[in-house]
């Protein structure tokens, strides 16, 4: 409770009590987000600070324009249904090879570059702004960032929640509650919705939360909270849209009819008469798509790429793949090749990724070898679903897709090696828990391995037999597995950012927004790490 003197003085702002209180919530409050909103580096952040307010000056100057009234557009909603369409990078029919398959935001130029980096601090708005003294940037990161530390979806709807429900984390966010003392407007309370949203918009056009995630991970490579790996893991996650589909019928290239599900048009404007008014035809949740999972379980969706560290088990960029609907083999090439260029420090020390069997393809591992001079590792798609059960050694019943032979008896023979003079696998019958070879005393041995001793039996495979395997990396080494143990750990890293840092059903459309709330949380995340490094 605040003393009486202090409270009647507004423009002093409870310096000593908070201090005091937060020496005890920093004790006493659960879960990590106390104590890194209470020692958050705001220095760090000036430049970006300064970077939203000249932003926020552009978009005040924007909406106070009024758009100049252009023809009517004559494109029906039909029309446009085929033209967007025809426009994705999944489309039936690709016009345009060089479509990027990964989210590239359209970040808006800054006009205004006023504000620098010296103007901005904790509770100091620069003054040029006009009106109403804005809310404050450090602020309102805090409350952006704080909600996802608390598990929460870093969007607008649950900042705003959480500042009004819990006193503790307004105030360490630098906000203090509405005073019936002090009418209308205040800029240090708590933000409306309406604020946040806008707080958010801005962040995003001007691409701040992007770099915010780059400086964040960049900081912690950099300081040695995260160390530079051999390896960089990826795999591909979907989140759930925030928005339905249709089923677009259209012509392929022999003029049949096929389907495809996409997301419906809209338009962006408040125009009455969406038929005849100027302004285009878009998707309203451009981005999304059909997600097919095993089992051919659909999902309707935005994908996300990520990558990581496979040792330390950190993720170090996730990134909106531009249509859903794409393939995930397609997705991990351009999003190394991200990672490398944004982080010099690991395009030094990487020399191998990992991905699973969507990503087993010898050409695509050519094209690794060729452009960054590193191997992928993937985990092995046998693209068979039958056992090989013809040429076969006696004794044995067949062969799995993935090159393991199992006998009459069941057991599955243990991988020993390539005799190449002949070009064929070694395979060796397991041992059983006594030590011995599960060939002692087996019913099976007179049609198997009769004549043999104590050892157990030994067989051999022709490369050809095992066609589909390469004998340059055969899966059933025990490299290749020792290898590919570490791959999911990338699965660890996508529960973090999905389940403990947020959610995994979107509450906003588009990709603009998508790959936004993917940096919210990333850079959640980074901090965390480094909070508890
Ligand atoms: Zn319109």
Known sequence: MLSAPIDKIQQIPLIHEIHSDEQHLLNTIDGEWFGILHHFHWQDYRQFGADYYNALYDFNQRSAQTTASKEANSETKAEARQRLLFDRVTAPILSDTSKSVLYQGDVVDLKSRDVTAADVSPGEVPLRLVGRKPKCFFGLLKAFIGT??????????????????????????????????????????VPSLRKLEQF?????????????????????????????????????THYHAYSSFETVLYLDEKEKEQKKSQSKPTKNCQCEDWNHCPHEWVLCDDGAGTIVKSGKKMIWGHKASIIGLPKQGVAIDAIAVADAATHDGQTFFPHVERVLGDHADLAQTVHRVLYDSACDDAELKLQFEETFGVELKASFNPRRSKAITQNLPRGIEKITPYGVPICLAGYG?????????????????????????????????????????????TITVSFDTLKHIDANDPPMAKRFKAIMTRRPSVERMIKRLKCDLGDDRLSKRGNDSFQAYLDKTLISYHLLIRHLN
């Open 200 to 236: 958010d918009q801005i962040m995003t056009d001007a691409g701040i939360w992007g770099r915010l995630k780059l400086t964040a991970v960049k900081a912690n490579l950099a300081t040695g909270v995260i160390q530079p790996e051999g390896e960089l893991v990826g795999d591909t």
């Open 148 to 189: 996802s530390l608390m598990g929460f979806p870093a969007e607008p709807e649950k900042v705003e929640l959480l500042l009004k429900s819990n006193p503790a984390f307004a105030r360490v966010c630098g906000f203090f509650h509405k005073n019936k003392k002090l009418n209308g407007y205040h800029y240090q309370q």
């Open 413 to 457: 023979m243990d991988y020993q090696g390539i005799r190449y003079a002949n070009e064929t696998f070694i395979y060796r019958a397991p041992l059983g828990d006594d030590g011995l070879s599960v060939c002692v005393g087996c019913h099976q041995r007179p049609v198997c391995c009769n004549r043999s001793a104590q050892a157990g039996r």
